[in-house]
C-alpha cells in the first residue's frame, strides 16, 4: 500500500513536469534569457525530489494529498473570451488601480492590461517577460539564473514550465506614484487547470514603487495555482508589496516569494490570504547589504474546512538589520491556519533588531491553529523577541456590546473586524483595506 501511494506521487509530479517541459518549450524562445537549460535543470530536480507529505517537517501540518485527486492540465497560451467586466477587484473604483497588468492562466493578457498610461516615466517597465527592453534582459537574466540553485520542489515545477512572467523593472532613483496591479487570474477550462504566475521586480539603488500582487479566479473551479515572484530591492530602495490570495474554495494555491535586500533598503510586505481550499505562502527574506528595514504584516482567513499554511524566513547576514513581523489568522468552523516565522541572525549579523509576533483568533471549538515563531541566533549582540497568542471572542466583550443593543451577530462581526482592522489598516492603498473588510465579514 505504502509503495503504491509513492508511485502515485511521484507519477502525478511527473506528469506534471511532461507538460510543463512541452508548455514551456513552445511558448517562450531562449534565445536571451538561456531557459532551455533553465528549465532543464528545474525539470531534473523535480524528478529526483518528491511530493512533500505530513511526514516533511516543512509540511506536518499542510496536507496536499487532495491536490493528487485532481486531474490538471496545463492551459495553453490561447486564452478563454474574458472581459474587464468579468473581473471583480480588490478595489471599489477601478481607477483606484489603473496601472494595471493581467495574466490569465499564467499568460499575459494585453486586452485586459493598462500599462501605456500617461505620465508615466520614460524608462520606467512593466509588461511581460517577452517584451523586456534590450537595455534591461541582462538584469532579468539575472533574477532568473537564481533559480539554477533549486531548493524546493514546486519553485522548481514553476521554472520548469516557465513560458511567460510578469517584469516590473524601476531605474535607479525612480519613484512610481502610482500602485502597480498584477492581476494574475485563473480561468475555466475544459478539464481542472494548472496554472503557474511567475514574476519578477526589480528596484533599482533609490528606487520607489508599491505593488499589489493579486491572485483571483473567474467562477469556482477547481484548480492549482503555483506561483512563484522574485523581488530584488537596490540600495536605499523602497518597496512596499501588497499580496492578495482571494482565489475560488476549489483552488489549491502555493506560493513562493523571493526577496533579496540591499544595504540601507526598505521592504514591507502585506500578506492577505482569504481563499482557496488549501493555500500554502512561503515567504523568504534575503538581506544582502547592511541596515537593512523589513516589516512583514500577515492576515489569514479561514473558515469552513480551509487550511491555511504561511511559512517565513527572514535571514540576516549583516549587521544594523532590523525587522518587524505581525501575523494574525482568523480561523473558523472547521477550518485550520498554519503559521511558522523563522529569523536567522548569523554571526556576522551583530546589532540585528528583530520583532515577531503571531497572534490568533479561533470562532469555533473545531477550528484550530498550529503557530510556531522561531529564532535562531548565533550573534551575540543583537536585540530579538518573538511570541504567540491563542485567544477566542471574549463573553464579557460580547455581552458589553449586546447590553448596548447589538445582537449577537452584528456583536461577532464588530470584534472580528476590529481584530482584522489591525493589520488593514497599514496598507498602503485604502480603497484595498476597505474591500478586504468587507471581504472577511461575508466569510464570517
Not at 411 to 435: C, H, Q
Request: with cysteine; net charge negative; hydrophobic share 40%.
Amino acid at each position: 500500500m505504502m509503495n503504491t501511494q509513492v508511485a502515485t506521487r511521484e507519477m502525478f509530479l511527473a506528469g506534471l513536469v511532461n507538460q510543463c517541459e512541452k508548455l514551456g518549450a513552445a511558448n517562450l524562445k531562449s534565445s536571451v534569457y538561456g531557459l532551455d537549460d533553465l528549465r532543464d535543470i528545474a525539470a531534473q530536480y523535480v524528478f529526483s525530489s518528491h511530493f512533500p507529505t505530513v511526514k516533511d517537517e516543512e509540511w506536518r501540518f499542510t496536507d496536499l494529498s487532495p491536490l493528487l485527486q485532481i486531474p490538471l492540465n496545463l492551459p495553453e497560451s490561447n486564452q478563454p473570451e474574458i472581459k474587464l467586466s468579468d473581473i471583480t477587484m480588490p478595489v471599489k473604483d477601478r481607477a483606484d488601480l489603473p496601472l494595471r497588468l493581467v495574466f490569465v492562466n499564467g499568460f499575459y493578457a494585453p486586452h485586459l492590461s493598462t500599462v501605456n498610461l500617461p505620465n508615466l516615466p520614460l524608462d520606467f517597465y512593466t509588461g511581460n517577460l517577452s517584451n523586456v527592453p534590450e537595455k534591461y534582459q541582462g538584469r532579468i537574466s539575472d533574477v532568473l539564473s537564481k533559480h539554477r540553485q533549486q531548493t524546493e520542489v514546486f519553485t522548481a515545477l514553476n521554472t520548469a514550465g516557465l513560458a511567460d512572467s510578469a517584469v516590473v523593472f524601476v531605474p535607479a532613483n525612480m519613484s512610481i506614484d502610482l500602485p502597480i496591479h498584477l492581476l494574475f487570474l485563473t480561468a475555466p477550462g475544459a478539464s481542472p487547470t494548472m496554472s503557474q504566475p511567475h514574476c519578477s521586480v526589480i528596484a533599482e539603488p533609490g528606487s520607489n514603487v508599491t505593488l499589489v500582487e493579486d491572485y483571483a479566479t473567474i467562477g469556482n473551479v477547481a484548480a492549482f495555482t503555483n506561483a512563484v515572484t522574485d523581488v530584488v530591492v537596490g540600495e536605499n530602495a523602497t518597496v512596499n508589496h501588497i499580496r492578495l490570495q482571494r482565489e475560488g474554495g476549489e483552488v489549491v494555491h502555493i506560493g513562493k516569494s523571493a526577496i533579496e535586500q540591499s544595504r540601507n533598503s526598505r521592504y514591507t510586505c502585506h500578506a492577505i490570504s482569504l481563499g482557496g481550499k488549501i493555500s500554502r505562502h512561503n515567504l523568504e527574506v534575503f538581506q544582502r547589504g547592511e541596515a537593512t528595514e523589513t516589516t512583514l504584516n500577515g492576515l489569514s482567513v479561514a473558515f469552513g474546512e480551509q487550511l491555511s499554511d504561511t511559512h517565513s524566513l527572514i535571514d540576516f547576514n549583516y549587521p544594523h538589520g532590523t525587522s518587524r513581523q505581525l501575523h494574525k489568522c482568523i480561523v473558523g468552523n472547521k477550518a485550520r491556519a498554519v503559521f511558522n516565522g523563522k529569523v536567522f541572525v548569523r554571526k556576522a549579523a551583530q546589532l540585528t533588531d528583530a520583532g515577531q509576533l503571531s497572534r490568533n483568533l479561533l470562532l469555533s471549538p473545531r477550528a484550530r491553529v498550529d503557530t510556531k515563531p522561531q529564532l535562531e541566533i548565533v550573534a551575540d549582540n543583537v536585540k530579538c523577541s518573538h511570541g504567540a497568542t491563542v485567544s477566542q471572542l471574549e463573553d464579557d466583550e460580547l455581552f458589553y456590546l449586546q447590553s448596548r443593543g447589538l445582537d449577537l451577530e452584528r456583536s461577532r462581526y464588530l470584534l472580528i473586524d476590529a481584530f482584522a482592522a489591525e493589520m488593514l489598516n497599514l496598507l498602503p492603498i485604502a480603497g484595498v483595506a476597505k474591500m478586504l473588510s468587507t471581504c472577511v465579514a461575508i466569510q464570517e
